[in-house]
């Protein structure tokens, strides 16, 4: 069975810093695909970043890139020159193998920017 | 693009009460995801179609849950007898999975308390 775990509760940084945030996973499965989304304090939950098991290089979108050490079953996310919206909480998700639509979220990590 | 859409936005119930959700995910999209998301957690998936057919409800409370998603298109999510542990935030996505993009994109979520 997956599972995913993010261990850092709360993290509070200042802005225009970078933030990595931690996320372990568990898996059977030599296919897997993983995600990172955000929800703002209005409930929305935005789709930021993903990585698909077999691609060796770390995803970068916009400020938003991810460290993946396959190895530890790791997959950090890093936010680089941070802004106060990017003030949220963040969950890692994994989805294992192919013809597999089930998510399996993380408990989050909720993220302040302070100005 | 319209993203994901749901009502209501907000229910406030008395235990022993019904209640529906509805959602209408992104035009096109042909799966579509009921997740529960108590206070302080990360979404839970409780069931999941393509199309109009149930894929998986495995963690769908069957006796008092019910979801349909009869045309394909929208879906309604029905809590027949309500307790005060099914408060939490619903929330709906959908992604177009036959296409190869299997992101999932969220809807604002419908909060649901309990009383």
């Known amino acids: 069975a997956q599972k995913v775990t993010q261990t850092q509760t709360s993290i509070s940084v200042m802005e225009k810093t970078t933030v990595t945030m931690d996320c372990v996973y568990e898996?059977?499965?030599?296919?897997?695909?993983l995600f990172w989304y955000k929800q703002t304090a209005s409930g929305e939950i935005v789709f930021l970043i993903r990585q698909d098991s077999y691609k060796k290089e770390n995803a970068t979108v916009g400020h938003y890139s991810l460290n993946f050490q396959k190895p530890k079953s790791s997959i950090g996310l890093i936010i680089t020159a941070t802004q106060i919206e990017d003030s949220a909480v963040y969950f890692c998700?994994?989805?294992?193998?192919?013809?597999?639509?089930?998510?399996?979220f993380g408990a989050g990590t909720k993220l302040t920017i302070k100005p | 693009e319209a993203g994901v859409t749901q009502s209501p936005r907000y229910a406030v119930l008395q235990e022993g009460q019904a209640v529906s959700f509805w959602c209408d995910p992104i035009?096109?999209?042909?799966?579509l995801y009921w997740y529960q998301q108590p206070r302080d957690q990360g979404p839970q998936l409780l069931v999941y179609f393509r199309d109009e057919a149930v894929i998986d409800n495995s963690q769908l409370p069957s006796d008092r849950f019910s979801a349909v998603r009869p045309k394909g298109t929208n879906s309604t999510l029905k809590i027949q007898s309500a307790k005060q542990g099914d408060t939490a935030t619903y929330l709906c996505?959908?992604?177009?999975?036959?296409?190869?993009?299997?992101?999932?994109?969220f809807g604002p979520g419908t909060r649901l308390l309990v009383l």
């Open positions: 035009s096109g999209h042909d799966t």
């Open positions: 898996t059977q499965d030599s296919s897997y695909f």
């Open positions: 996505a959908s992604s177009f999975f036959r296409t190869g993009e299997d992101t999932q994109y």
């Open positions: 998700a994994m989805r294992e193998g192919d013809g597999n639509e089930k998510i399996t």
